[in-house]
């Protein structure tokens, strides 16, 4: 089976940086994904990580060790409509795509 | 855009009632997934398809659910008979991560469903 782990809620202040984390243990690892999730709305996807290191997206960027089975979404110049849940999804060799609880983030003025 | 369409959007129900709920995929998409999303189970895995063939549905509660995929184009998860705790929204979502992982998984607008 598949473990995943993500805190679950955090706090931080528009303008500022945050960072999300998220540790995993799987079998056929190929892959995590992040989505963002707006209360009431469906998840829409943020970035994949297959292999080691960051990958930058704009204000958002991800980051995978393989080796340590850890994450993280590092956020940048928060924004008021940051505030949402952030979900790590760990894919298999198999195609099948296993999500964590979600980190709910609150940005404050 | 293209988007993946679930219907319908909410369902009422009462308990020991059947319930359809429809998926259509994004054209080209070759693996279909049925999510469950509670507060407190967060979203769970129920089955998944590739190219039409179902792959998993260990994350399904085999008496009273069923998933299919008929065609390319549609993709059903039926619960019979439904219980209040079946209470969720259920999220349909395509990609094709096999071939292009960096797109991810499309996700439909979920059919909020309550049994009473």
């Given at each position: 089976g598949q473990n995943i782990d993500q805190p679950t809620e955090m706090t931080a202040t528009e303008g500022a940086i945050v960072q999300i984390n998220c540790t995993y243990q799987t079998s056929g690892f190929n892959g995590l994904f992040w989505y963002q999730q707006h209360a009431g709305e469906a998840p829409t996807f943020l970035s994949y990580n297959v292999?080691?290191?960051?990958?930058?997206?704009?204000?958002?960027?991800s980051f995978?060790?393989?080796?340590?089975?850890?994450s993280y979404l590092l956020l940048k110049e928060l924004q008021m409509k940051d505030s949402a849940s952030y979900l790590c999804a760990v894919n298999t060799n198999a195609g099948k795509s296993t999500f964590g609880d979600g980190t709910t983030l609150t940005v404050k003025p | 855009d293209a988007r993946?369409?679930?219907t319908p959007r909410h369902k009422v129900t009462e308990m020991g009632q059947e319930v359809t709920m429809r998926c259509q995929p994004i054209l080209g998409h070759n693996t279909?997934?049925?999510?469950?999303?509670?507060?407190?189970q967060g979203l769970e895995l129920l089955a998944y398809f590739r190219n039409r063939a179902p792959l998993d549905d260990s994350g399904m509660p085999k008496d009273r659910f069923s998933a299919e995929m008929p065609d390319a184009t549609l993709a059903t998860l039926k619960i019979q008979p439904s219980e209040p705790r079946d209470s969720a929204v259920y999220f349909c979502a395509s990609g094709s991560p096999m071939t292009n992982p960096n797109?991810?998984?499309?996700?439909?607008?979920?059919?909020?469903?309550t049994v009473v």
């Open positions: 292999l080691d290191g960051l990958e930058e997206k704009g204000r958002f960027s995978l060790s393989r080796s340590k089975g850890y | 993946v369409t679930q279909v997934f049925w999510y469950r999303q509670t507060m407190m797109y991810g998984y499309t996700f439909g607008s979920g059919t909020r469903l």
